[in-house]
Each structure stands twice: as C-alpha cells, then as structure tokens.
C-alpha cells in the first residue's frame, strides 16, 4: 500500500528590486537616471508626468538592470516618476510615484529675451548652443525647446567651442584644443588631442571647428607658427614688407578615431605677404603675427572638396579633395598673380564677405556664411570701396564652371536694426522651416566700431532665423545681462558671446525616446493609451 502525503503550496518569496531617479550630474542639473535592477530578468516601463504633460519610457528587452535617463525637464519644474517591471514570468511590479524637482537657472544664467513674438518659430525639436561670459569666467551648453524655453543646460570649467550633437547622441565638440564628447546626462566620454602618427608633435591640437564628413571621419583646424622673410608691417602701408614669425593654420583630414589622415599648411596655399586687417600683431612679443585666423573648415559633399573660411584674409577659399587650391572667393585688391587666376568674379549686385565665419552649403548647394563686416573694407580696398561696417548673413551661389559667384540671400536687418557683432558668427540652413539660422556672437552696443574688442561694457549675443522672401526676421533671441547683481555682473562677467548653435530634432537616442501619452490618467499611469 502506497501512502502519499498531501502539502499545501508554498507562497512564493517577495522579489528583491531596486528602484531610483536621481540627479544625474551637478554640472547638469535639469537631467535624472532612473536605475532599477533585480536578480530576474525584466523588461521596464516609465511614466514621467506633470500638470501639463506625461510620456512613457520603454525597455523592452530583458535585463538584471536598466537605466535611463531624463532630460529636457526644464528649469525649476516638478514631474512624477513612475515605474513598473514586468519579469519573464509576467509577474508585474510597481514602484510609488516620486516627485523630482528641477533646479531654477543659476543667478548668474544670462537672460534670454525673445524679440519677435513669433510662436515656435522653430515648429520642433531643440536649439542647442555654447554660452560663455565675456570673461569667460561661466561657460554653458544651453538646450531650448521648440517654444524657446531653457529646457537644460550644463556647466563646465572648460572654454568649448563648436559643440554639435551627433546621431549617437552625445554632444562633440572642442574645448580647450582637444576633441571632447559629453553625453547629455553629463559624462565626459572622450578628451583627447589628433594622433598624428608620422608627425614630430604627435598630438595635435586643434581650434575653432570639427565638422562630420561623409566617410565617417572630420575635418579640422590646427594654428602652427612659421618665419617668413616677407610681411607687411603696417595696415596702413601693406606693400612695405620686412621678415616676420606668423601663425598660420594647417586644413586637418582625421579619420574617425581622431588619427590625422592629410594636412595642408595654409601657407603652402595663400600668398603670406598678403594680409588683412587683424593680421598684424599690436605686440608681437607675446604673439606672433596671426596671419590667416582661419575659423571654419567644411566638406562640399557633392565632390569630396573642403570649404574653408579665412578671417583675416577676408576669404573663402576652396580646396579640392587633395588639398589643391581651386578658388578664392574675395575682394581681388592685394592678391598678386598668380593668385589672381583663382580668384571668383562677382555676378549681379554683391559684397564681398569681410572678417566671414562658419560656411555651409545647403541642399540645393547655396553655400551660406556669416559676414562680420569689420572695418567695411581690406587693408588694399580704396576709400570708395569702403562698406558700411555691419554683419549679415549671406548665401552666394558659385559656377565652378564660369568660376563666377552670385549673392543670392542678404540677411541684415534685425529686431534691433543693424548690429555689428566684431567677431564670432554662424549660419545654419534648416530645411524644415526654410529658413536660415544665425549667431551675432558677439555684439556690441555701439555700431560700426571697428576698434580693439571691449572690455569693459554689456556685450551681448543674438540668434536669428531669416525666412527667403522676408527681410525682417522670424526669431529674434536676445541674449543679456543676468539675473546677478549689477555690479557683479559689469566688473565679472562683461557680457555674453555664443560661438555657433545647432537645430536638433530630439535630443534622445532612437531607443530612449518617449511616447506622449495624451490621455494621461494618474490615478492609472500605466494604462493610458
């Protein structure tokens, strides 16, 4: 006879998770983390919502562990956060709701006014831009959202300069001469010189732009100084010449891991006894004569060529894909032959661009740019051919063929009338509003002042966006003063400048992005449609 035992079921052991949303970074105050972990594989989704609006975040795939992150949360907001895991089993685990709570802007946050009234003049997306005081003494990345708002922003120690956000979603740019790559929830991922591997100096550092090129790799900016036995040594009398330590700039090809592919000396393609003004050093014991200050460096994608724009020469000049001077486009007074031969002929009613910033070439192959303006003239230019001195955004369309250009766009007028930004400047084409972004990086409050740059006055910085067909613009941001002490303010920070801004179309990678919830129900977060 068999007996068996008869025992009732066992309750099942109470699963052990971990649940947290937390700051993610000081310097990046307006982004959270949200961690969940536990010892059985899970998948996870996340409701953040406020009184306004609600988005769910999901993990699909199964893992002891997920993170991720928040941003976009804007300045002194409260949200709820929300989370439930759902293991292989489909046993279901919910966490309480947790209140998260945004900072305000720092009191010494510029105050950012917008001009126009034009509502969500960019339609989507997010307006992503540098942010420094004129003493440099505060540096900021500044996102805003398609209202205008400051939806995040970082601070960082470091002097960074062409900051863009790449398709992995972090952003890249330069600071203080190095390639550096920050994600958005404030990690430094990447802080290192050019690797030149045949060079004698094998870092290289490099300044003022780093743009994308199609094979996956960037195009650069390295100063370098040089002697040479003929330079002018007067603004005034140009053609008197005398021997000179100049710094020049070397075009960089670097693949995508940072290795130097090609450079090319610009003294090995512009003439050096040829100047502009700003090229002659008011103290050369301390530096050397700053020749061509060359400031954007961009790829013609329709063959491989390299746009660069040459400040102190008051040039934009193109190389093909070997480094092989192709044209000049420029005022032709003190080019000598046989550089002559390269330069474009003006078609229609132009300007040539004077001190210009930051080329790109637009879908339809309109290579916009922004033209400072400084001093109205070249050091060769006849008084008759003098300009009035005021910056503007300009889009020429050059015939490589008939080697002609023609001014298709001007840009000039402002909310506040003509400005003179005396240095610093971008122009961005955006297709999807067909319209042009600007940057008066740096301008001043009085106009037409071609003199040393200020020191001592509330310099402010503009971002624009122009519409074909209208002359005034469809944003005006205005950015000013701070919500600091006045005084302060005056003796420390001196104004503000923005040295180049980008429209994104979101600011989070494809797997992280949230869906809307439009018919959002708190009281039952997780089955709102």
Partial sequence: MLLAACTAPQPQA?????????????????????????????????????D????????????????IPLLGLGADQTWTVQARLIDENDRVIESKPNDIQSPPLPLD???????????TPLERGFLLFDLKTISESKNYYVLLNADL????????RRSCTDIHLQPDGHIFGICNYLATR???????????????????QEDVNIHHEISNKADGGFLSLHAATIDVDAYPISEEEPEVLEPATIREDWILSIDENLVLEDKWALSDILPTQRIGYDSISRDTTVKPHDWSHSNGVIEDPSDGGVLVSVRH????IKLDASGELQWILSAPAGWPEPWQDKLLTGVGDFDYPLHPHAPEID????????????????PYGDLEDARDVYSRVVAYQVDEDNRTFEEVYSFEETQEGLLYSSALGDADWLPHVESVLSVWGRVEKRLADSGPLPTKQNISSHILMHTPGQTTPVMHLKISDCLCDEEVFSNTHRGWKVYRSQWVSDIYLSENTPTPLLNFDPEDPFLSP
Avoid: M
């Fill in 14 to 50: 109470p699963v052990r998770f971990h649940f947290s949303v937390d700051a993610a970074d000081p310097n990046t105050p307006s982004a959270f983390i949200v961690s969940a972990a536990q010892k059985i594989p899970f998948r996870i989704e996340v409701v953040l919502y406020n």
């Fill in 52 to 67: 306004t609006e609600a988005y769910l975040f999901e993990r699909k795939e199964y893992a002891l562990s997920h993170r």
């Fill in 109 to 119: 946050f510029p105050i950012i006014e917008e001009l126009v009234g034009t509502p």
């Fill in 149 to 156: 708002e400051v939806v995040w922003w970082r601070e960082d």
């Fill in 182 to 200: 920050t994600s958005l929830t404030g990690e430094t991922l990447l802080r290192q010189p050019v690797f030149d591997p045949d060079g004698e």
């Fill in 313 to 316: 020469q008051d040039a934009l």
């Fill in 363 to 378: 879908e339809n192959g309109l290579i916009w740019l922004f033209d400072n303006g400084n001093y109205g003239n070249t």
